[in-house]
């Protein structure tokens, strides 16, 4: 079987003199799905900058097309309102598939439709890369750990998943999906690649998509209580989204399949995250006690081991430098939001 897509060469050009290109000779071309979403778009910039040619598609269902304004003319860059759900024929050498809502808010929201982008979607994708020798990188989830009983999770770890619970559409719609992944690698020889990530945060967030981040940090630029649920000592581990995109473009590019936990070990209690936004942003927000949502895990924190070793990846940013990060960027939406509505 010829596998167009995978044997890669550098050419001459961009920033660092290399671009890396096609077997053709023609510049590598990329599809990213959910291109227009937090992570699909800083994904975008960096193979934009590194001089690949990109193809993002998307349903604009969590993501927006500010996310990617800043791209519209360039010639490298093309944009295509598509549901993944529906077949679509392309050709390209890479294949990026991101596209399913993150947040719990957003995908418990439709859960069918959840599942049926995780599972039609990711089928598509994987049936298109199939027929073109594309290899395919699959954004799994720290959620197929679901409520863990190892601590902290390799990947080795098979997890503790409710499959009838209300995080179920996501959580089950990932571990198919990376089935179906592994299936058609063993089966019709497709190059992929799995990462399993953990909670990630960043500019360009949506601002009311109810994940912790970017609530706490919106709140307390709002001057509103942080809404701590529960009692506020489950913990994640929280990444920022410059460390995240690396590490998937070193584990596209790179000869290993994964499943690879792409996340930052640094853990953290919610009550403990509140503080350090309290530090970054206000020294006087306040915090407010709120029931806790359905089958929300007690601890998440990524083993890297693996991906230190055969991906020579780690996360360089730390939360209290990462958070300042994103600061700027939600001050001025909240601004421009503010002055929408006549405030
Ligand atoms: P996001 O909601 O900002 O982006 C998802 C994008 O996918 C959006 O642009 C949305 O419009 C698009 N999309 C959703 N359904 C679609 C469909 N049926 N067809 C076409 N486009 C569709 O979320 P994100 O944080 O950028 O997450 C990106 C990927 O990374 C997701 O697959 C998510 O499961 C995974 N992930 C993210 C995190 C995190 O903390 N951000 C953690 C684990 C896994
Ligand atoms: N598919 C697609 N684009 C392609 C090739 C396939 O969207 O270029 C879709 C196709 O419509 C099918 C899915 O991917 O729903 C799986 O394709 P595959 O060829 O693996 O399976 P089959 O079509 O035989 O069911
Ligand atoms: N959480 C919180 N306040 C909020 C939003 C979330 O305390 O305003 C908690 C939530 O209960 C969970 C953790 O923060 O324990 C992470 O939630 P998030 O939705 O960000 O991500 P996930 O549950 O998918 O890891």
Same mark, same amino acid.
């Given at each position: 079987q010829v596998s167009r897509g995978n044997s890669m060469s550098y050419g001459l050009g961009g920033k660092a003199g290399r671009v890396p290109v096609g077997i053709s000779g023609r510049r590598l071309r990329i599809v990213v799905t959910g291109g227009a979403g937090f992570v699909g778009s800083h994904l975008v910039d960096k193979l934009i900058a590194r001089g690949n040619d990109v193809i993002v598609i998307d349903n604009?269902? @969590? &993501?927006?097309k500010e996310n990617l304004v $800043? /791209?519209? &003319?360039?010639?490298?860059f093309e944009l295509i309102r598509h549901d993944v759900v529906e077949p679509i024929l392309l050709e390209v050498d890479q294949i990026y598939h991101l596209a399913c809502p993150a947040s719990p808010v957003h995908y418990k929201y439709n859960p069918v439709k959840t599942i049926k982008t995780n599972v039609m979607g990711t089928l598509n994708m994987l049936g298109l890369a199939k027929r073109i020798g594309a290899r395919f990188l699959l954004t799994s @989830?720290?959620?197929?750990? &679901?409520?863990? /009983?190892? $601590?902290?999770?390799?990947?080795t770890y098979w997890g503790n998943v409710n499959p009838i619970g209300e995080r179920s559409c996501y959580d089950e719609g990932k571990r198919t999906a990376e089935t179906l992944t592994m299936d058609y690698h063993r089966g019709a020889g497709v190059e992929v690649r799995i990462a399993r990530i953990f909670n990630t945060y960043g500019p360009r967030m949506c601002l009311d998509d109810g994940r912790v981040v970017s609530n706490f940090v919106a709140q307390a630029i709002r001057k509103q209580p942080m809404t701590v649920y529960g009692d506020g000592k489950q913990t994640r581990s929280f990444q920022y989204v410059s460390d995240l995109v690396n590490g998937l473009v070193a584990l596209m590019d790179g000869e290993h399949v994964g499943p690879f936990n792409l996340g930052n070990p640094g853990e953290f209690t919610m009550l403990e995250l509140a503080e350090v936004v309290k530090e970054t942003i206000d020294p006087s927000a306040t915090i407010e006690y709120r029931a806790n949502t359905a089958d929300d895990p007690h601890m998440r924190k990524p083993d890297i081991s693996k991906a230190k070793e055969l991906l020579n990846w780690e996360p360089k940013v730390s939360l209290r430098e990462g958070l300042p990060l994103m600061v700027n960027d939600f001050r001025n939406r909240i601004l421009n939001e503010d002055e929408g509505k006549g405030m």
């Open positions: 604009f269902f @969590t &993501g927006r $800043h /791209l519209f &003319g360039n010639p490298r @989830t720290s959620e197929v750990y &679901g409520d863990p /009983l190892e $601590h902290p999770q390799k990947e």
